[in-house]
Antibody, heavy 126, light 108 residues
């Protein structure tokens, strides 16, 4: 059974930092892209970042570039999100998600999420 | 910037068919994906590559695509289908992931 368990959320002041972790089990972690997706209270989903199987490539939504860093440790089956210079608008439930790629002749690869963790809540407030 | 647009809400009676559209300029060239999310729960993938169902998803869930609009159809709607449904796709490069704003399906 695929399981993803996030941890590390909490209350932090604007400008502060937080590191989220995601422990994966039930599949060969190093064979998959992995992603972070967030959801502000009462709002829709927003993709944050994803990382290649060996960590050699990563992509971010514009609003977090330069502030957040996605990383992984395949030996520990773990995914991380280092969040610096946090803003009130970063407040959300952060989900870890196993990521698959689809190839389309017209536009190349796109990515989607077949398993999700239960999420960890990050609140940025003074 | 590129966006995906969904109606905020759709309502149907049990046993009827619900159709949830999602529109976006890149959809003719990009696959769409759909997630079901019940209150307080993580999203669940219900359709991928426009029309394919993951294992365990009922046949009542189907997808279609026409031009810049993709549609999730839930046939013979049941009370348990009441949830938020989110469409997802990519920008023209494929590297950025985009979600629609979500549609709340209410079973009357």
């Amino acid at each position: 059974e695929v399981l993803l368990a996030e941890s590390g959320g909490g209350l932090v002041q604007p400008g502060g930092s937080l590191r989220l972790s995601c422990a994966a089990s039930g599949f060969t972690f190093s064979s998959y892209w992995m992603s972070w997706v967030r959801q502000a209270p009462g709002k829709g989903l927003e993709w944050v970042a994803h990382i290649y199987k060996d960590g050699s490539e990563n992509y971010y939504v514009d609003s977090v570039k330069g502030r957040f860093t996605i990383s992984r440790d395949n030996a520990k089956n773990s995914l991380y999100l280092q969040m610096n210079s946090l803003r009130v608008e970063d407040s959300a439930v952060y989900y870890c998600a196993r990521t698959l790629g689809s190839y389309n002749d017209a536009s190349g690869y796109s990515y989607y999420f077949d398993y999700w963790g239960q999420g960890t809540l990050v609140t940025v407030s003074s | 910037s590129y966006e995906l647009t969904q109606p905020p809400s759709v309502s149907v009676s049990p046993g009827q068919t619900a159709r949830i559209p999602c529109s976006g300029d890149a959809l003719p060239n990009q696959y769409a994906y759909w997630y079901q999310q019940k209150p307080g729960r993580a999203p669940v993938l219900v359709l991928y590559k426009d029309t394919k169902r993951p294992s365990g998803i009922p046949e009542r869930f189907s997808g279609s695509s026409s031009g810049t609009t993709v549609t999730l159809t839930v046939s013979e709607v049941q009370a348990e289908d009441e949830a938020d449904y989110h469409c997802q796709s990519a920008d023209s490069s494929g590297n950025d992931v985009l979600f629609g704003g979500g549609t709340k399906l209410t079973v009357l």
